[in-house]
């Protein structure tokens, strides 16, 4: 059995000494990565966020929606 492409690409990648040649590489692996949507890279933080469940009181956040609701619910200036 023979070397795995991932072995051989790893191989070649040790020899390279030139730093700005391996951040090139590095960025060209990277752009060829697919994207993750963004509902996908917040998933992680599901279990985060819902420790912070019921840490304020239903006082502050009606609070927190009325000042939000105010501050932002009008456009000021032309669009």
């Avoid at 040790?14 to 890279?41: G, H, T």
């Amino acid at each position: 059995m023979g070397v795995s492409i991932r072995e051989e690409i790893i191989l070649e990648l040790l020899s390279i000494d030139d730093q700005q040649l391996l951040q090139r590489i590095r960025a060209f692996v990277r752009e060829q990565k697919p994207k993750q949507s963004a509902v996908l890279s917040a998933v992680p933080n599901v279990e985060a966020v819902l420790e912070l469940a019921g840490s304020i009181s239903v006082e502050d956040a009606t609070e927190m929606q009325s000042i939000i609701n105010e501050e932002f619910a009008n456009i000021e200036g032309e669009w």
